[in-house]
T-cell receptor, first 111, second 114 residues
Framework: QKEVEQNSGPLSVPEGAIASLNCTYS??????FFWYRQYSGKSPELIMF????GDKEDGRFTAQLNKASQYVSLLIRDSQPSDSATYLC???????????FGTGTRLTIIP | EPEVTQTPSHQVTQMGQEVILRCVPI?????FYWYRQILGQKVEFLVS????????KSEIFDDQFSVERPDGSNFTLKIRSTKLEDSAMYFC????????????FGDGTRLSIL
């Protein structure tokens, strides 16, 4: 059974601080990882994706992948109240294959 | 920016009836997916579709479910003999070709079975 595990939170971070979201996965065949943001009652919105070990930065967001430890993380710098949402980690074995989602981490940015 | 569109946004149906959920994927995408999310639970994969056939389906996607691409733009999910436990948000997603392409999700259809 392929699993993606996330701490459900809630994670509370002061505005302007760095929010750190973590995810582990059980399937060593997983090659691609995605972070989606989901506001309450809305659909998942793609934030970032990462395929290679190391860091990938996009604006205030940095995704980190460590395949040896089967660990994926998302850092959000200069957190804003609008970043308050549930963050979903998802993995896939190859391109265009199904996504396996974690339960999501609920993030609250405190003004 | 291109987006995946889903209709209707909310569907209320009596138990035992059939429903059809509709999706228009992003125009140059060739891979299509359906996921569902029961309230308070994780997003679950139902089925993937490529080249006019199902490429993978989950255990949830049994004979009650079917998918179709009736024309060059629409992608539908049909649920027959709906049950109370089919109540969920249903998301359509699509992705492009050329290696590892992320999936983009529509706004979803909230299905309520009474």
């Amino acid at each position: 059974q392929k699993e993606v595990e996330q701490n459900s939170g809630p994670l509370s971070v002061p505005e302007g601080a760095i929010a750190s979201l973590n995810c582990t996965y059980s399937d060593r065949g997983s090659q691609s990882f995605f972070w989606y943001r989901q506001y309450s009652g809305k659909s998942p919105e793609l934030i970032m994706f990462i395929y290679s070990n190391g860091d990938k930065e996009d604006g205030r967001f940095t995704a980190q992948l460590n395949k040896a430890s089967q660990y994926v993380s998302l850092l959000i710098r200069d957190s804003q109240p609008s970043d308050s949402a549930t963050y979903l980690c998802a993995g896939a074995n190859f391109g265009n294959e199904k996504l396996t989602f974690g339960t999501g981490t609920r993030l609250t940015i405190i003004p | 920016e291109p987006e995946v569109t889903q209709t209707p946004s909310h569907q209320v149906t009596q138990m035992g009836q059939e429903v059809i959920l509709r999706c228009v994927p992003i125009s140059n995408h060739l891979y299509f997916y359906w996921y569902r999310q029961i309230l308070g639970q994780k997003v679950e994969f139902l089925v993937s579709f490529y080249n006019n056939e199902i490429s993978e389906k989950s255990e949830i996607f049994d004979d009650q479910f079917s998918v179709e691409r009736p024309d060059g733009s629409n992608f539908t999910l049909k649920i027959r003999s709906t049950k109370l436990e089919d109540s969920a948000m249903y998301f359509c997603a699509s992705s492009g070709t050329g290696g590892r392409q992320p999936q983009h999700f529509g706004d979803g259809t909230r299905l309520s079975i009474l």
